[in-house]
């Protein structure tokens, strides 16, 4: 169900004219990524990818209660470590 707006995302971006070039050939870049990735019934999919708030609240919530797991612990520690910035 393609609509006015889904054809729309084709044409040029025309509100990155004020901006640096690079910043409007970025803007323009993630916009073509995005309306080709979509199907073609007008919708994304993509994995579902959990970020890492509940294993950091989990540990929390483990000392919290005075109930700590440190097997657990120490995974979700790992887990955690791998993925940060």
């Known amino acids: 169900m393609r609509d006015d707006a889904s054809e ?3 044409e040029p971006v025309e509100h990155t004219q004020n901006f640096p070039a690079d910043l409007a ?3 323009e870049g ?3 990524a995005l309306c080709a990735a979509q199907h073609a019934e007008g919708y994304w999919c993509y994995e579902l990818e959990a970020d890492c708030t509940i294993p950091a609240e989990y540990i929390l919530m483990m000392h919290y209660f005075g109930v700590i797991d440190e097997s657990l ?3 979700l520690a790992v887990y ?3 993925r940060q910035r």
């Open 8 to 10: 729309r995302a084709n």
């Open 25 to 27: 050939r970025a803007i």
């Open 30 to 32: 993630a916009v073509d």
């Open 73 to 75: 612990q120490a995974k």
């Open 80 to 82: 955690l470590r791998a």
